[in-house]
């Protein structure tokens, strides 16, 4: 029996991954867990990330998950022989965010990408994300060094690891429809088009591109020989700048991922394993829908509303708390959530009562007083009663229907 090659284009660690990865679990059963450090093992705040990755399977997918310390290649002895042994007996590996070329410099050359293919064929599942996804195919985007130092955009060398399994001659790109560059192209991992289409005519003839949507996976199947797409987004094979792309819920044959057999112009879509889940796709989504629920609480004066967008914010920030990315998310987020407090208090202070219906009483009764007044031609005394209540913010409006009044907005 195989297992599976699991691609998945971001959010590996925040809620919306969360079931994809309990039923990946299911499939290898109580088999050792282990999350591969390496594509984030340089840098300074590498422990943190692997605490947060840890405790999101922990308290999110009900999985504990052993590390395997693999920051830089092991010199020969007892040290490296342990982590080889802990890889050879896992099934089930994961790796994420950091430098697909720092993780290539330390998996090259070793037996790493041997064994992550024997965890597969043995029935395992292999998980890469962002980072450690753009290592799986035959050739890797130098994202750092092309799109933050400016090196000429040019492929490196991949594990080629999806080539190995399946059999598809691919380069895979995570993060396919990145959106941060606002209003500069960083689609196709920060790539953007201009140069992913000069790099893609150095691809050798039949290699394509497979590119895997944020908070998306692909999970590939060599025993059925197929693709399954799961979570919020699209997968996209891309030939030459001609791209087919599969939607969440697809379940697609390798054969119509190489072209080999034709789709008849869409997906072979069958009864996915997977539900297609569509949560938020980030901390900043999620916070601005909790907060537009609050305001819509706060104008209603809805208190038990306003406590309750505040409460589903919270449960946000500490949901996605566990997640690596590194963004300034979590902060924007803490932010909403202290100006709704603040907000919540102004409407305690100001009273979350109908301040009209407080008064009623009190205006109508002054207002029987100067209709009676009225019925007896003592017009001094109804127009001292309309002056006070005008000079207190209430506007009286003499109809043919009878007096109406209201409160002037301070």
């Not at 919540?344 to 979350?352: D, E, H, I, K, Y």
Request: proline letters at 5%; a negative charge.
């Amino acid at each position: 029996m195989t297992g599976r090659l699991v691609i998945m284009g971001s959010g590996e660690t925040s809620p919306t991954m969360i079931k994809v990865h309990r039923q990946l679990f299911d499939l290898v059963g109580d088999g050792s867990a282990l999350l591969l450090d390496t594509p984030y093992g340089f840098q300074e705040n590498a422990a943190d990330i692997t605490a947060r990755a840890r405790a999101y399977f922990r308290d999110s997918v009900g999985r504990s998950v052993d590390v395997l310390p693999w920051a830089e290649e092991p010199p020969a002895g007892v040290a490296r022989e342990q982590a080889l042994a802990a890889l050879r007996a896992a099934r089930w590996v994961f790796a994420g965010p950091g430098s697909p070329t720092y993780a290539l410099r330390q998996w090259t050359g070793t037996p790493v990408p041997v064994l992550l293919g024997e965890v597969v064929r043995s029935g395992g599942v292999v998980v890469f994300a962002s980072a450690a996804a753009l290592t799986l195919g035959s050739h890797t985007v130098p994202v750092y060094e092309i799109y933050k130092a400016g090196e000429l955009s040019a492929w490196r060398g991949g594990l080629d690891l999806v080539h190995d399994l399946t059999g598809l001659p691919a380069a895979v790109i995570p993060h396919y429809d990145n959106a941060e560059g606002g209003h500069h192209d960083t689609r196709f991992c920060y790539l953007g088009e201009r140069r992913l289409a000069l790099m893609e005519r150095d691809l050798p003839t039949g290699t394509f591109v497979l590119g895997v949507d944020e908070h998306t996976g692909c999970v590939l199947d060599p025993g059925a020989a197929t693709a399954t797409v799961v979570g919020n987004g699209t997968l996209t094979i891309r030939r030459a700048g001609k791209s087919v792309v599969f939607t969440s819920g697809s379940v697609v044959t390798f054969a119509e991922l190489t072209g080999t057999r034709a789709s008849g112009g869409s997906p072979s879509v069958r009864e996915a394993p997977m539900p297609v889940e569509r949560p938020a796709e980030s901390v900043r989504a999620a916070a601005n829908a909790h907060e537009a629920a609050f305001v819509a609480a706060l104008e209603g004066r809805d208190v038990e509303g306003c406590i309750a967008a505040i409460l589903a914010l919270e449960q946000t920030v500490t949901d996605w708390a566990a997640d690596t990315l590194t963004s300034d998310e979590g902060d924007y987020a803490r932010s909403l959530l202290r100006s709704m407090v603040v907000r919540l208090g102004g409407l305690a202070g100001a009273g979350s009562g109908d301040p009209g219906a407080r008064v009623a009483p009190f205006v109508e009764a002054l207002l029987r007083v100067r209709a009676d007044a009225r019925a007896a031609k003592d017009f001094a005394t109804a127009d001292t009663v309309r002056d006070s209540l005008v000079s207190a913010g209430v506007d009286v409006r003499d109809t043919p229907s009878g007096v109406e009044w209201s409160l002037r907005d301070s």
